[in-house]
């Protein structure tokens, strides 16, 4: 299993970190999402078929790209 935490800084409110756990946690290996308004951080853990490109490149696409 792969993990990674990131700052998204465009997360703002409740509905935002919504978007992002619900979107994420939608592809296939994707074990689980949390996403917090306060610190701005998402925490990710993962398996085959997903990988960190393929998370981070849906994560620009709705607009949740994480800092570099």
């Given at each position: 299993m792969s993990a990674k935490t990131v700052t998204v800084p465009a997360i703002s409110c409740n509905h935002c970190t919504h978007t992002?756990?619900?979107e994420v946690g939608e592809l296939a290996g994707v074990s689980s999402v949390s996403a917090d308004v306060?610190?701005?951080q998402v925490q990710i853990e993962w398996d085959e078929p997903a990988n960190w490109e393929q998370i981070e490149a849906l994560l620009a696409e709705i607009n949740f790209p994480p800092s570099k």
């Open positions: 992002i756990e619900m306060d610190s701005k």
